[in-house]
């Protein structure tokens, strides 16, 4: 209270020495022209014409005075208000402490109170380190913010990066495929001339031997001879042994026997060449 005592009565003397200013300076062209008149009965008219002035002007003169003195305790009050604030905080931070404290039932022996008084220096320490941290960061000033529109931009760029990235390993992947692709078709289309027209048939005909056991591949190699050469045995009859159709079977039921004689062979053979003739 001592210290809102003497705040005030320094601002009372502060708004006076404010206020007279003002009226002076509102005065002052007044009395300059009261100056003009000289001469006898000079002095009444000055009076009389000051106090015309002032008749005239008194309601300006209020309500500027009264403006100048309500502007001034607007700033008496809040320097009151800041001079009070670290006073009252203290106040109501030791109040409140000491209300942490208290217990339901207060017990007067030692061992309470001195955990009582334990915990009031805790809490002391606890606010004299926080305290330290304010003025640490108010010393150490406002801590530069990152602007999000640029760090919006940086992500992007950092996208539309990655995303070319992509796109060119992405492309450089096609490319060797279709390159593979290409060598893998040219190695076939090679390998395939050097093997010849056949190649497929005789890969075909070997896979039909494995199934067959090989029996009838072998006895068509026969009758193909036979054909090749029609002249010399025209008249002999071949005999072609069909192998089982499951080579499991056994005996002369599962076997089949078929007479091909030459002579139908080698009609067959012209027959064709001729049908072959006329379609050309």
């Known amino acids: 209270m001592g210290i809102v005592g003497c705040r005030l009565n320094r601002e009372q003397k502060r708004i006076s020495r404010n206020i007279a ?31 015309d002035a002032i008749n005239e002007k008194r309601g300006n003169l209020f309500e500027d005075t009264a403006n100048t003195l309500k502007k001034r305790l607007d700033v008496a009050a809040n320097e009151l208000a800041q001079s009070i604030r670290p006073a009252l905080q203290k106040i109501a931070q ?9 217990y339901e039932k207060v017990f007067d022996n030692d061992e309470d109170g001195e955990i009582r008084e334990r915990l009031l220096a805790l809490l002391d320490t606890v606010q004299s380190n926080l305290d330290a941290l304010k003025r640490a960061r108010e010393l150490r000033g406002p801590t530069p913010r990152a602007d999000p529109a640029r760090l919006n931009n940086d992500d992007d760029d950092e996208d539309t990066d990655e995303d070319s990235a992509e796109d060119d390993i992405a492309s450089g992947d096609g ?13 076939e ?21 494995e ?37 499991g079977d056994k005996g002369p039921s599962d076997a089949i026997k078929v007479e091909v004689k030459m002579e139908d062979i080698v009609e067959d053979g012209r027959e064709s060449d001729d049908s072959i003739g006329k379609d050309a």
Do not use: F, W
Not at 23 to 39: E, K, N, P
Not at 94 to 102: P, S
């Open 21 to 51: 200013p003002h009226v002076q300076d509102a005065l002052l062209q007044v009395y300059r022209d009261a100056l003009l008149g000289t001469g006898k009965g000079s002095v009444t008219r000055q009076q009389q014409y000051v106090h």
């Open 94 to 102: 030791r109040a409140e402490i000491n209300l942490a404290v208290l």
């Open 175 to 187: 490319d060797a495929d279709d390159q593979d692709i290409t060598r893998d078709g040219d190695s």
């Open 189 to 209: 289309e090679q390998a395939e001339c050097e093997a010849g027209p056949h190649a497929g048939s005789s890969v075909e005909d070997a896979e039909v031997d």
């Open 211 to 247: 199934e067959t056991g090989g029996g009838l591949s072998s006895e068509l190699d026969h009758v193909a001879d036979a054909q090749d050469k029609p002249a010399a045995n025209s008249d002999t009859d071949v005999i072609m042994d069909v192998v089982p159709a499951h080579p």
